[in-house]
């Protein structure tokens, strides 16, 4: 397989729909259950209420989006990989880049039934710390922190 470059990139509203449908088809299949926001929301969403808590960083391939991350200091709002790039270092990178830029401690929340996200971050130095189902989705969530050696 040829190595792509992978490009780490600041948001840039052109990328919304691309943005929202590797989002949309890599949650559903994380979770396995239909988004329930229409597309047009989830684009209104990216591009006008996610950005005032979070800086968002996309990964780029060829001019694709394939991975997005929102997060800020001190906790990770969102992580998204695209399915058919998935297990290539891409969540990794992302992740690296914010962990760099933290304030030393940052957390998360993930759905209890998306083991593949709870492998990753557990990889990665985060511990549970909670349990709960604050959600719109009623999916019991597991909460993560990391904290910088």
């Known amino acids: 397989?040829?190595?792509?470059?992978?490009?780490?990139?600041?948001?840039?509203?052109?990328?919304?729909?691309?943005?929202v449908k590797m989002?949309?088809?890599?949650?559903?299949?994380?979770?396995?259950?239909?988004?329930?926001?229409?597309?047009?929301?989830h684009v209104y969403f990216l591009n006008n209420i996610l950005p005032e808590q979070c800086q968002l960083n996309l990964a780029l391939i060829d001019?694709?989006?394939?991975?997005m991350i929102a997060s800020n200091k001190?906790?990770?709002?969102?992580?998204?990989?695209?399915?058919?790039?998935q297990g290539m270092g891409i969540g990794q990178t992302l992740l690296d880049k914010?962990?760099?830029?933290?304030s030393g401690r940052l957390t998360l929340?993930?759905?209890?039934?998306?083991?593949n996200a709870q492998r990753f971050y557990e990889k990665?130095?985060?511990?549970?710390?909670?349990?709960?189902?604050e959600n719109e989705e009623n999916l019991p969530d597991i909460q993560y922190e990391w904290i910088s050696k």
Do not use: C
């Open 63 to 67: 001019n694709r989006v394939v991975g």
């Open 1 to 19: 397989m040829n190595q792509h470059q992978i490009i780490i990139t600041q948001y840039n509203p052109k990328y919304a729909e691309q943005t």
């Open 23 to 41: 989002w949309r088809d890599s949650r559903e299949q994380a979770i396995g259950q239909k988004e329930i926001h229409s597309f047009e929301n």
């Open 124 to 133: 990665n130095g985060f511990k549970i710390i909670g349990r709960g189902h």
């Open 74 to 85: 001190t906790e990770i709002n969102q992580l998204y990989i695209h399915i058919d790039y």
């Open 109 to 115: 929340y993930t759905f209890e039934v998306n083991e």
């Open 98 to 102: 914010v962990k760099a830029k933290s």
